[in-house]
């Protein structure tokens, strides 16, 4: 059922969509420039497994949580990697993202680990073995508990401390990656505000306590969970710790393109005095001039939100729709990259894009027409650098669990076995043909 | 310089020694009879690297401590593992021994990792690949985290606790296990109550204290570091233990041979009125009992202690000695195995035997000179099934760290290369031959 409203929001958005005027203005051109990249991202904690020594596994196992269950063995990738590059691989991309997990490379404050650092080595050795362009996240929200237990990112010694990881780890690596993003979404609590109901902050701040107590310490702080008050806090250190992780890596291989992921809605105005502006003001603010200068900044891009004068205005309904009944919007991709690159000045990568959904022919329909919003975007001048779905293989989707799919492939709980479903069939023809 | 008093005492204590006094019985037989054990041993903390989870990572990186150093990317076994069997079959033996972390296995209370106990079959699987009959000790001092919290081995739930485990990673591993052990020296915190200086368990409390606090707990006991006082009752827990382990392994495979391995001295008796016998009782006493009846009891031996009556007697100084400046004794092997065997009425596999040195000649000198006096006592009647080296690569020596080394191999700290020293072509030679 549609009702009136929702059809009028939506047909209001729709034309008011970056993407969708474009669309009329020039015969589409099916062909993606060469060298474009074509990849799927996968995140340490995520896909490894057993990574114990985690803020987001304390925080998995404690009572109470907001985790609707533990990451355990997740796709058992910590000792499996090799079969993921061999996945994407076979589907015919030329990219992998994937990222470093800092708990295991420096499981305790200034103490480096070689071996893991020696193990991600190899993940780049395979990609390069395999024609995969490695693009590197350093960090995935997760951090080691000792920085949880200082506070996280509320700490004023939080961006140094990230800097030194990032110098190490670079030092090991960075001649192998070919591109580098410091951090993933470091403003997805400024998103998780606007996402998900309010109450979840609530039961966060109990689960935070519950840590900090088990922890010995008055305040415990996790890369994807704080208290809504230490937001702003956080992204003024999550800022720094930017810009001088970024530093780090150019002071060991100069030439190395470094930049952010950040999570962006595609962001419409519906009616009169839509707050629209606003609240890109409050989802990516400080970030838009953060990353000016950047190499390239990655966009990460689910879903439109569409503003209204009072709030969000529900999308029209009638769609397809993800795990939370959401609306997947396939133009909302290159809505959120036109802006992006529109309020930054930065080429584009699309560090994630991909819909949560057991009906993965949903997905199969979704990138091709995201992609063909993408492509006339670039068309429009738009420098897209390449296009990374989430997720190459299904995984643990923090606080959802392993109930929600976002994978290109699945993979067996017993066995670890992956299996390639229609969707990466179709993603694959894709980067094969560097063409729609 | 040997002093008078030293001389007397080292005199009397090597007549006294059955290995001494069965020496003279009969013409020597220098070959081992068929399908003996040759051997070499690992322990998961002491190799594998990165085991945040244990509770002695936790206790190595706490201030105060009693370690010397942490033990951080040890070997790095957990990635090279493989390298560990090739190095043990290029050396010519035919088992390995090595130990399952359960700080892995179990990361959280009855949470289990399928990922991780196929990292254990896998090494099984490589080690039937190589020819070498898999010793496998379920539990090598080292407990998870969430167990130590608990009160470690003080807590009555323990001995199910243990079985559990055990019985999870019986299922899917014993069928390719050779021999399984349950613990490794349950006894030891008896033995370094005789060899540890007494400052030691004062430090140690404050390190427990640490932990505790910084675990939000009232009590935190690891496996190879508790009070003074809670000895005797983590004793019977440990018994209670191993024998709720071995029913559970039983369980799932009747035939495969399980046993226990206990730290044991060469211990003598010299003068009148010596304190031998009582001291036996104290060090290993009620577990002679318990380990009656199993298929095997592991013999782990470094030195002989010689008793007068007040307390230890000086050794004859001259020969040479170990990294703490103890004697190595190479009678003392096959006297701890003669006592362990008269004890016990148990099949012996020494499961642990080699000396702490920076010298290899010396090593290299102790193998066929401590195989000797075994092979007399083998021929006296004393069941011998195997001989297992500590180690077959230098490790994390618990608190003395890596300074103290007692491997057949060496590695290289920053490439983790392993390399032979002489002592593993001596050991390799007897154990091609099956001879001395």
Same mark, same amino acid.
């Not at 051109?29 to 991202?41: K, Q, R, T």
């Not at 810009?243 to 030439?255: G, H, S, Y």
């Given at each position: ?18 993407? &969708?005027?474009?669309? !009329? ?31 987001? @596994?304390?925080?998995?196992?404690? !009572?109470?949580? +907001? ?6 063995? %997740? ?5 499996? @990697? ?66 949880? !237990?200082?506070?996280? @990112? =509320? ?6 401390? &990230?800097? *030194? &990881? ?14 580098? =993003? ?26 935070? +306590? ?25 992204? *003024? ?10 530093? %780090? ?19 419409? %105005? ?36 569409? @503003? ?8 029209? !309904? ?39 959904? =057991? ?28 296009? +990374? ?36 069939? +179709? ?10």
């Amino acid at each position: 059922m549609i009702d009136r409203r929702s059809m009028l929001a939506g047909a209001a958005a729709l034309a008011a969509s970056p993407a &969708f005027a474009a669309n !009329k203005a020039k015969p589409f051109n099916p062909a993606f420039p060469g060298g474009f990249l074509w990849g799927a991202a996968t995140a340490g904690h995520q896909v490894e497994g057993n990574n114990t020594n985690s803020d987001c @596994w304390l925080l998995e196992n404690i !009572k109470p949580t +907001v985790f609707s269950e533990p990451s355990r063995d %997740a796709a058992n990738s910590l000792e499996l @990697w090799a079969l993921d590059l061999d996945c994407a691989k076979a589907m015919g991309l030329n990219s992998y993202r994937f990222s470093l997990e800092w708990p295991r490379i420096e499981p305790e404050e200034g103490l480096f680990s070689l071996a893991m650092v020696n193990h991600y080595k190899a993940i780049i050795d395979g990609c390069r073995a395999r024609g995969l362009t490695p693009i590197v996240t350093f960090n995935h929200y997760t951090t080691p508990i000792w920085f949880a !237990k200082r506070g996280g @990112w =509320t700490n004023p010694a939080a961006p140094d401390c &990230f800097a *030194r &990881f990032c110098a190490f780890a670079a030092k090991h690596l960075a001649a192998g990656i070919g591109y580098a =993003t410091t951090l993933n979404e470091p403003n997805i609590m400024n998103i998780l505000k606007v996402v998900l109901p309010p109450q979840v902050f609530g039961l966060q701040h109990e689960m935070l +306590v519950a840590a900090a107590k088990a922890s010995g310490v008055a305040k415990f702080a996790a890369g994807n969970a704080i208290e809504e008050e230490d937001i702003p806090l956080s992204t *003024r250190h999550l800022i720094a710790g930017h810009k001088a992780a970024r530093a %780090a890596i150019k002071a060991v291989r100069p030439d190395l393109p470094v930049g952010v992921s950040l999570s962006m809605f595609d962001d419409q %105005a519906v009616g009169k005095n839509s707050i629209r502006d606003e609240m890109r003001g409050k989802l990516y603010g400080p970030w838009l001039e953060a990353v000016k200068g950047d190499d390239f900044l990655g966009v990460q891009n689910y879903e439109r939100v569409i @503003w209204g004068d009072k709030g969000r205005v529900e999308a029209p !309904k009638g769609g397809p729709v993800n795990y939370m009944g959401a609306e997947i919007f396939a133009p909302s991709l290159a809505g959120s990259v036109r802006f992006a690159h529109q309020a930054t000045g930065c080429p584009i990568i699309v560090t994630e894009h991909g819909a949560g959904t =057991t009906d993965d022919t949903v997905r199969a329909a979704l990138i091709p027409a995201a992609l063909h919003d993408l492509k006339v975007a670039m068309d429009d001048g738009v420098p897209v650098k390449g296009y +990374v779905h989430w997720s190459l293989v299904d995984n643990f989707e923090w606080i959802s669990g392993y109930k929600v799919k976002f994978g290109l492939h699945s993979f067996d709980p017993a066995t670890f076995e992956r299996k390639a479903k229609p969707s990466a069939g +179709v993603l694959g023809a894709i980067a094969r043909n560097n063409a729609l």
